[in-house]
């Protein structure tokens, strides 16, 4: 019984995580330095792709670990899920473009390589508690 409840709980705070991670997208190929400002970055890349962003559409934006496989991680959170299904929508017009296009990026950052950008749905880890 008291087992059955542990994995209750684990699978509710679980789904409750999940939830609130509905508003953010993972944008990758962009570094960052200690100087940068993360939601001037995002409000560039919106730029970019054609959509206006402030800041007060912005809940939070900061870099991420460099995993295995992917550098120059960042994760930003919307305050409206609205602006962020415009954002989501409009990655498409990144395709060709890459942090040479974005003002803030010195031509000493870009010129180390001009990776491309990426904006995806946040990881949702999907975990069973079977």
Do not use: W
């Amino acid at each position: 019984m008291r087992r059955l409840s542990i994995k209750s709980n684990a699978q509710s705070l679980d789904e409750t995580q999940q939830y609130s991670r509905r508003d953010c997208l993972e944008i990758t190929g962009v570094p960052i330095t200690p100087h940068d400002n993360p939601k001037h970055i995002v409000k560039e890349i919106g730029s970019l792709i054609g959509v206006e962003i402030e800041d007060s559409d912005i809940a939070i934006a900061h870099e991420l670990p460099d995993t295995k496989k992917v550098k120059n991680r960042m994760i930003v959170k919307f305050l409206q899920r609205d602006k962020r299904e415009e954002v989501y929508k409009k990655r498409k017009n990144l395709v060709g473009k890459n942090t040479s296009h974005l003002p803030s990026q010195s031509v000493a950052e870009t010129s180390a390589g001009n990776s491309g950008i990426y904006i995806e749905c946040f990881n949702i880890l999907v975990k069973r508690f079977n």
